[in-house]
Nanobody, 116 residues
Framework: QVQLVESGGGLVQPGGSLRLSCAASGSSFTIYTMGWYRQAPGKQRELVAVITSGSNTNYADSVKGRFTISRANARNTVYLQMNSLKPEDTAVYYC??????????WGQGTQVTVSS
């Protein structure tokens, strides 16, 4: 069992920045990929960014050049630096981890609201 705890969401004005963090904990696990997804009201959950244990990354087209995903493998922690935020980035952001022998694990979600 792997637990993911997110932090760093909140309210920010358009053009502002936020940094999300997600820490994984549990007993004896190996994480392959970690990533961030988001779900806006009335929409399906979508991939925002993902990073492998080898630091290969993939981003949604809508966030390329504005968001940066990074990972601290030793601490099983993933970060999402979000710059130049837009109102359309408003959503609940979920941390995801693909864990060897377990499958997908999800965090509880953190709200990001971009509004003036």
């Amino acid at each position: 069992q792997v637990q993911l705890v997110e932090s760093g969401g909140g309210l920010v004005q358009p053009g502002g920045s936020l940094r999300l963090s997600c820490a994984a904990s549990g007993s004896s696990f190996t994480i392959y990929t970690m990533g961030w997804y988001r779900q806006a009201p009335g929409k399906q959950r979508e991939l925002v960014a993902v990073i492998t244990s080898g630091s290969n990354t993939n981003y949604a087209d809508s966030v390329k050049g504005r968001f940066t995903i990074s990972r601290a493998n030793a601490r099983n922690t993933v970060y999402l630096q979000m710059n130049s935020l837009k109102p359309e980035d408003t959503a609940v952001y979920y941390c995801n981890a693909l864990v060897t022998g377990v499958g997908n694990s999800w965090g509880q979600g953190t709200q990001v609201t971009v509004s003036s």
